[in-house]
C-alpha cells in the first residue's frame, strides 16, 4: 500500500472512530431520555459505522416525544450535522425539543 493511501485510510478510520465516540458519548448523556430499544438500534448504526443514521435517528426518538435538550447537546448534536454534513432533518426534527 502506498504512504497516501495507507495515511488516508489512518485518517479515514480516526476520523469515524472520533465521531462514532462522540455519538457513543451522547447516547449515554441521553439515555434517560430515549426508550431502551432505541438505545440498542442506535448503538448497532453506530456499531455498523452508520454514523449519519444514528445522529437522525437520535434525533427523531428525542423530537417524537419532544424530549428536553440542553444547550450543550443541542450544540453538539447540531455541530455533528454540520461536520457529517447529514443534511437538515436533524435541525427540523430538533426544533420539537425544549430547551431542558
Known sequence: MSRLVWHYHRVDRAYYEEIAGQLHGLLVRLDDRLPGKDIT??????????????????????SEDEQPL??????????????????????????FCPER
Open 41 to 62: 438500534l442506535i448503538a448497532e448504526s453506530i456499531d455498523a459505522n452508520e454514523l449519519g443514521l444514528a445522529l437522525e435517528q437520535m434525533a427523531d426518538v428525542l
Open 70 to 95: 440542553a444547550p450543550d447537546e443541542r450544540a453538539e448534536m447540531l455541530a455533528l450535522v454540520e461536520r457529517m454534513q447529514v443534511g437538515d432533518r436533524v435541525r427540523v426534527a430538533l426544533r
